[in-house]
């Protein structure tokens, strides 16, 4: 089955400075990568997906960028600020499996003032 | 408002107790899916069903028991609460077919003494 492997597991940045969040997988098959942010207390909540026909998507100060042949894809956060403090989920899934998302485990990252 | 609900959001109970677990959702999904969210913030896939019939079920001990009376909710029954029980499970929807974002509802944190 799929394993995805995370790091770091803690982060922490200045605000304004920027954080990267690395992701690894197993499966070749799987070809969609989520990451989810899930503050303190609250339900994971999708920020942004990236499918294994691109290479890098970009939404504001997120961007996620996949390299299918290192298996490998990265969370970038660029003028953190500290409302972007919470917990970083990224996943990975294929078609054909029933949606079945296997997640990392996780990375706390916290912006300070 | 469109969302995906669960009940009880807090749930304490005794090792040998059955409980149960609700979730609702009104997005007109057709899959859902119970993910447990253990104290190192880990998340695993339990269950996962589609229209009504379960599609993925990992290795999860047969005292869980996933019932989806129909497609807008799947409820989760644990019989013979043990100590390791203790977790967040959290409910997820998504459309069906490939892969696709899954909305996770608030959240049971489930105690068991």
């Known amino acids: 089955g799929e394993n995805v492997e995370q790091h770091p597991s803690t982060l922490s940045v200045q605000e304004g400075d920027s954080a990267v969040i690395k992701c690894t997988y197993s499966d070749s098959a799987s070809n969609y990568f989520p990451w989810y942010k899930q503050e303190l207390g609250k339900r994971p909540q999708l920020i942004i997906d990236?499918?294994?026909?691109?290479g890098e998507k970009k939404d504001q100060r997120i961007a996620v960028t996949l390299n299918k042949t290192a298996k490998h894809f990265s969370l970038h956060i660029t003028e953190t600020q500290p409302e972007d403090s919470a917990v970083y989920f990224c996943a990975a899934s294929r078609t054909g499996g029933g949606n079945k998302l296997t997640f990392g485990t996780g990375t706390q990252l916290k912006v300070e003032l | 408002d469109t969302a995906v609900s669960q009940t009880p959001k807090y749930l304490v109970t005794q090792m040998g107790n059955d409980k149960s677990i609700k979730c609702e959702q009104n997005l007109g999904h057709d899959t859902m899916y119970w993910y447990k969210q253990d104290s190192k913030k880990f998340l695993k896939i339990m269950f996962s069903?589609?229209?009504?019939?379960?599609?993925i079920n990992e290795t999860v001990p047969n005292r869980f028991s996933p019932k989806s009376p129909d497609k807008a909710h799947l409820n989760l029954h644990i019989n013979s609460l043990e100590l390791g029980d203790s977790a967040v499970y959290f409910c997820?929807?998504?459309?069906?077919?490939?892969?696709?974002?899954?909305?996770f509802g608030p959240g049971t944190r489930l105690t068991v003494t």
């Open positions: 990236i499918r294994s026909n691109v």
């Open positions: 997820a929807s998504s459309p069906s077919g490939t892969t696709y974002e899954q909305y």
């Open positions: 069903y589609n229209n009504k019939e379960l599609i």
